[in-house]
């Protein structure tokens, strides 16, 4: 291994103690990891500012980001131009992501309504109903498959209309809907949005970047209020809406005397599929008779968030762990589907003998084996998975390893949730939270969310972000693998109320919950969404998502996803605060538009800092300015 690696200290690295545990193995077994190439491959200063393009063969064009406008590409695009379709193409990538996998669950949807696939049934009638409701879908007097087959439907031209208004922009407070029709963002359908945005930043089309921020905007819109909402509704009523469950998550959720089956990706399916497969009495068996003392499933990154928020499986960490797990030597297979996986996991659970399983077709590893996951027999699938787990226990190597720490807290908190417990209906109004925001024992609502990056130090931004957060009396709703970076750090316990200022502590006290609340996946940041759209619907602060005392932030962010849920939460009204590093030319006319021009214009912002404090001082400022602007400032 190159010399720099030992030079760099481990806690430099990471604030996750097995993390830093298994990189410290790592070393000594002479495998190399991902925080190893980041520290060896440092980022071109040209590209890390977005600064060049490569649409066409006249190019690559670089532009001086010292100074912006000295030059133009050889086809004359400016800086402007560049950056702005370089960050829309960011966006088209992200939201394509998001829509495919919830056309995925649709597709799931329908195939369970239609009797196609009887492994899986509606666990959640009561939230098809709402959905359908919300809608404008007749459901009095009708069977439920009827209003089903209507709600997919209505829900697939999320994704294939091509005019009009997607369907959830019936969810979105009327102000804000008013506010995108004057700006011409409506989204019409993901897959149109997607076609026109790849369109648009085609050499020689839209070379006007406030034109193109509009289509921008309405990609991401079709994303957040469409893709990603579909699929956290579809999902909750497939497998059942999250309600507060106690999880243990962190390495430390590794049993060495039993057979460790981990998966890590995005769609619910595989990790639904396998829980029924681990508990399969004659693979229990055959675990037992190999000499493990059970199955022992668990989930990483958001497919683990999904399962985590809905039925309690422990989680073993976040992007930047998921090689490091590998190094305890006591995972007896791991199975991905699509999306963060890191192509290097192949040959890091080939040092260890570890399985390593591809199951999407549109995700496939050179040299990987693939068994691919039928939706129709999904059990086919994660049972051969089983049973290779099972015949790696067996012959297992004596070089196992695993961290013992764990960190206990409650997830699980669906909307639906989070304004039962402070007093509300589960279906109804915000009412009680307003009221706390309103009295000032709740400051404002801060979404925390997004990856780890091993550029900087994992897990450390989203802890001291949300630290501080939290002691000044910000309620902070969190998603993705920030949640779990909190979760590890013990801040997803009700415990955690004592590091809460007095407001938010006593709320908390009150009513018995974490001043943390995890709400799932990348996915889920739709929630928040929700959550938002029904605070302003439920009446005394404002009338659009913007007049919200709430801001967003992504500390340690690296994913084209991240950047589209950025997007979308600026376009709905949010501050938006991205940690480390931007895509964006600084001092140019696109940067002033994103970061201070969108605001005027009535939506929200976007922000960037370096440093958690930072962060944390910008969002509790902006959240002050909302409160005044509201008449309720402390
Ligand atoms: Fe250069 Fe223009 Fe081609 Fe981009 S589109 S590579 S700026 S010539
Ligand atoms: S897994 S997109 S690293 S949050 Fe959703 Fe984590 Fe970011 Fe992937």
Redesign the pocket.
Known sequence: MAKLQELINVSDLTTCEATAQMITKARKDGVELFFDRASNMKACPIGAESAC????S????RMNVNSPYDRV???G?TIDT?VARNFGRMVAAGTAAHTDHGMGMLELFRDVINGKNTDFKIQDPMKLLEVAKALDIVTEGRELKEIALDLYAELEKTYTQVDGEIPMMKRVPPKTLESWRKEGIVPRGAMREIMEMMHRTA?GVDQDYENLTKQISRTALADGWGGSMVSTDITDILFGTPSPVEVEVGMGVLKEDKVNIIVHGHEPILLEAMIISAADPELKKMAIEAGAKGINLIGMCCSGLDALSRHGLPHAGNFSSTEAVLVTGAVDAMCVDVQCIKQDLKRVAECYDTPFITTNYRAKIEGALHIQLDEHDPLKCTEEIVIKAITRFKTRGKTIEIPRKTGLGVHGFSYEYINYMLGGSFRGSYKPLNENIINGRIRGVAGVVGCTNPRSKQDFSHVELVKELIRNDVLVLQTGCSQLALAKAGLTGPGAAAMAGPGLAEVCETVGMPPVLGLGSCVDNSRILIAASKMVRTGGLGETIADLPAAGCAPEWMSEKAIAIGQYFVASGVYTIFGHTFPMTKGTKFEKHLFEELETKGFGKWGFADDPLEMARLMIAHIDKKRQALGIDK
Request: hydrophobic share 35%.
């Open positions: 393009c490569k649409h066409c006249m190019g690559p064009c590409g050889i086809c695009a560049i050499i």
